[in-house]
């Protein structure tokens, strides 16, 4: 099943490489609502500033639903998920890939978005160790949750309006805790934030499990 | 175009006795939360609305747990009864939900002094909203019964997970910032606690009521889709039949037409 999971999430990103659509669509996507932020939120007044943990998250998730949708957009074309379903890899591995290549995805944009808000917004980042983690914890349950309410919405025709719909009220614990453990990290208390991760940790080993063990007769059905 | 042994309503006399009951029990229930029940101390007559409101949020809630309910057994016995059951127990929950934050809102305007605050329950109810309606729009997508059904039975079963999860996350999220939520006051009056658990009898009485009906709406809908294409065909031919010049039109759907082509 690794070995699955493997091949996929290699395809996936090799797709994502050659037609850079990451590069050239999604992340200066990123980048446009850190400064539409900075539009909505008057720089100078400090509210920025003191948002910004929660600006850096709703950015993910905002370049999240893209990835996810364009993860199984490069499926629909010509039939693919049929090639995929009569590959006889594990769906469970089909999963595990997917979910892998888009949370690769998005731990990039991340690095590009935390560039973004320490040199747009000012942000002094403190708190390294929690940061990280809080970013793995978060992305890992963003691309299971993701993908398993992907596949849902695949293949019928109004994807794109509906897969929002689903996914953010699923994501908002993601949301919560992630902000606050970030938080926690540029206040300087990092003890307040860990117990945040174990909640995205908890979150993104239950998506993870319930997705690779449903995924089979959901992509049967897509 | 309908099948012949279809019932042409969803009411039995088991309904109409049980619509009859919850009439009489709407009626008391009123009364006692209108009239005979004392002003709450600090509440005073705004309490009254929560005997309205906590039955419907409960009922809320049971229709959650029936949707998850319905969706687990429907992936382990793939029975369209329980997918049916799923389906509609859904969309009683989304019509309670909006009816809790209505009346939550209407309460919290004299009791608090505004219609909205960010209280865990508040907005956790918010997102259970947002939840069901996201189950509601996926319900709603044309597609085969049984894709439709898997995929609907998916989302169902992780409705009542995910609200625990967005519960426990904004309880914790708002414990941080303010001290203890505002609840019920701990002594209540005798007369109080009985209104109260009546109204919550009579909420379940509508509750099943409703339930029973939109089933069996929901089943006739369910099997007009799996006789629609007979029915089409019966009706054509019986058309063509009524013409006897006109040679039968086959059915079109997967048959290929005997058209000449050019």
Sequence with gaps: MFRDAWLVAAKDLRIE??????????????????????????????????ATPGLFWVAVLFCGLLAIQRSFAVEAADDNRDALRLSGLAPGGIFLGKA?????ELLALEVVLGFGVVLLYSTHASGWGLLVTTCLAATAGIGAAGTLYG????????????????LLPVLAPVLIASTRAFEAARDGNPG??????????????????????????????? | MTSTDAPAGTGSTGTRVLGLVTLAALALGAYLALVASPPDENMGDAVRLLYLHVPIVTMAYVGCGLCTLGSALYLWKRSEWWDVTAAVSAELALVFTALTLVTGMIWGKPTWGTYWVWDPRLTSTAMLGLLLLGYAAIRRMPSEPVVRARRTAIVGLLLVPN????????????????????????????????????????????????????????????ELELNELDDAIAARRAEAGAHPGVPPTPPRIGVPTTEPTT
Excluded at chain 1, 100 to 104: E, I, N, S, T
Excluded at chain 2, 168 to 179: A, I, K
Excluded at chain 2, 194 to 219: K, N, P, Q
Aim: aromatic share 12%.
């Design chain 1, 151 to 166: 596949v849902l919405a695949a293949g019928l025709r109004v994807r794109e309006t509906l897969l929002p719909l689903l």
């Design chain 1, 17 to 50: 490489l050659r037609s850079r659509i990451g590069l050239n669509q999604i992340a200066p996507f990123a980048l446009l609502v850190l400064i539409l932020f900075a539009f909505a939120l008057d720089p100078d007044s400090g509210v920025l500033d003191k």
């Design chain 1, 192 to 222: 307040q934030g860990w117990p945040w991760v174990g909640l995205l940790a908890l979150f993104a080993v239950a998506y993870t499990v319930i997705g690779a063990v449903g995924f089979g007769s959901l992509l049967e059905d897509s």
């Design chain 1, 100 to 104: 892998l290549a888009v949370c690769l």
């Design chain 2, 163 to 222: 609200v625990y999860i967005v519960n426990r996350s904004v309880t914790w999220w708002r414990s941080l910032h303010q001290g203890t939520t505002i609840g019920l006051q701990p002594k209540i009056h005798d007369l109080m606690f009985f209104t109260l658990m009546f109204d919550l009898l009579v909420g379940a009485l509508v509750f099943t009521w409703l339930l029973i009906h939109r089933w069996r709406l929901a089943w006739l809908e369910h």
